[in-house]
């Protein structure tokens, strides 16, 4: 028997990556691959690339800087380390890598990793392999390949990807060219993996995609599902108590979905739903296809549907042509929706965009200082939206251990780290919690009934049930 092979992988980004990444690691696992937590002593590093911002693109060729000095060490020591670029950079600049980076051995798009193997003998043979091609023509092709979904266990919380790519094609953004057009998973193979994690222990999803609400898999019946019959039918799976969606666009809420949040108490009442900017010629300049109005509407339809329900969003700042005045109609929008958390970037132009053929008009100090005074709202919004939870009693899902001994840490509707002194048997259980004080971001408190356990299941909770 061959010994196991390292493999180490560093993931940039977003969530997806993250999901991508173990989707690798499941298809290497056949090949004898074993995790290694270092990059130093592994026979494989795979670096998982984010492309959506320049610096993060940017992160990548440092990192390969000191993946060289790695690769000839362990020449030196008679061992051959191969190196691979996968995600959003190996997508956008394929070959381009190579050339800049010759310590490469494979760029490989996230369409393709299931021939990852392939790739490392090619590359073992010929010196290199690179493919970045997208699947010809068939649409559900590489979603539906019998590719290794295998999943293991892997914690509570667990990500499933529902849908890829995106064909909105917002002014200043490489995703419709790095991952394409829109595909969603069929309804039977989502419930399939779903089923299998259920079974080892996950009691929440959270269902992922690009633009996640423009999910309409084929279900069993052969129609065209929203998100929104998705999430009820994967409330019936016995064992998941909660769901999570993450990242939707305002564009495509339908109905079902706003149904879902009215009928399903284990969908979790927090929405990612970014905006961008809050101003009407910015959004249009940004190819939104919605204006602040539009996306206040959205909000309302949300918030009529479930009360205790909270936002968080994503901003732009700086992009080209924005005024003083635009950005206050953004701060205004920030304002009046009132946010739970947001994340906030200064405007990057991104090759081959559209918008990267626009003059850029704010000055670099003037977009720090937009990010710096939008960020102050946001903190001041969030801090006051976790200060309204000491002395509530809220739900907490336990994950694991915390670094405290004796400190078990789960998380609120609001995915608020929630840190209380109980048993670790607690874990996978959903548990009411008296929050007594906020420490940064985290609420520490008491179980409301320590030992005693109450796990709802969502099946048992769902109307009509
Ligand atoms: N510049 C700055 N931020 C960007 N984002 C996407 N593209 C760019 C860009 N070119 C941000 C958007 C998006 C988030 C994932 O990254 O806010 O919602
Ligand atoms: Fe990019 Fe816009 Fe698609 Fe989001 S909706 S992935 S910002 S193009």
């Not at 903190?379 to 001994?405: C, H, M, P, Y």
Request: glycine content about 8%; aromatic content about 6%; charged content about 25%.
């Amino acid at each position: 028997m061959t010994p196991p092979r390292k493999l180490h992988i560093k993931s940039y980004g977003c969530q997806m990556n993250v999901y991508d990444a173990q989707r690798m690691v499941d298809t290497l696992a056949p090949e004898g691959f074993v995790e290694t937590a270092s990059a130093e002593d592994a026979d494989l590093v795979i670096l998982n690339t984010c492309h959506i911002r320049e610096k993060a693109s940017e992160k990548v060729y440092s990192e390969l800087g000191r993946l060289r000095l790695a690769k000839d060490e362990a020449a030196r020591g008679g061992r051959t380390m191969q190196i691979a670029v996968a995600g959003c950079v190996a997508q956008a600049e394929g070959e381009e890598i190579v050339h800049r980076a010759p310590v490469v051995d494979v760029v490989v798009g996230p369409q393709s990793y299931h021939h990852l193997p392939e790739l490392l003998k090619r590359a073992g043979r010929e010196g290199r392999a690179i493919e970045t091609e997208f699947p010809p023509e068939d649409k559900f092709g590489f979603l539906a390949q019998p590719r290794p979904e295998a999943i293991r266990s892997r914690g509570i919380s667990a990500f499933v990807t529902v849908q890829e790519g995106c064909d909105k094609f917002c002014s200043f953004c490489v995703v419709p060219y790095t991952r394409g057009a829109e595909v969603s998973r069929p309804v039977a193979k989502i419930v399939d993996d779903v089923k299998r994690l259920a079974d080892n222990g996950v009691r929440e999803l959270t269902l992922i995609g690009q633009n996640v609400n423009a999910y309409h898999g084929e279900g069993p019946d052969g129609q065209s599902w929203p998100l929104g019959r998705l999430l009820a039918h994967l409330a019936e799976v016995p064992g998941i108590a909660r769901l999570r969606y993450s990242t939707s666009h305002p564009r495509d809420v339908d109905d079902s979905l706003i149904a879902a949040h009215r009928d399903l108490p284990g969908l979790m009442p927090f929405v990612h739903l970014p905006v961008q900017s809050g101003s009407d010629r910015i959004l249009a300049a940004m190819n939104r296809r919605h204006t602040a109005d539009d996306y206040r509407r959205v909000i309302d339809r949300f918030r009529a549907a479930r009360q205790d329900i909270a936002f968080s969003s994503d901003f732009i700042v700086g992009f080209p042509g924005e005024t003083e005045q635009d950005f206050r109609a953004t701060l205004a929008l920030i304002a009046q929706i009132g946010y739970a958390a947001a994340y906030s970037f200064k405007y990057s132009a991104r090759p081959g965009t559209p918008a990267a053929e626009i003059q850029e008009t704010v000055s670099p100090g003037e977009m720090d200082q937009r990010l710096e005074r939008l960020q102050e709202l946001i903190d001041s919004q969030q801090s006051a939206f976790n200060k309204a939870a000491i002395g509530a009693t809220v739900d907490v899902l336990f994950e694991r251990e915390a670094r405290k001994a004796g400190q078990i840490v789960g998380r609120t509707a609001y995915l608020q780290p929630a840190h209380v002194m109980a048993s670790p048997d607690i874990i996978g259980k959903i548990l009411p919690v008296r929050i007594d004080s906020l420490e940064r971001y985290s609420l520490l408190g008491e179980l409301v009934t320590p030992g005693v356990s109450r796990a709802p299941e969502l099946s048992s909770m769902a109307p009509g049930a």
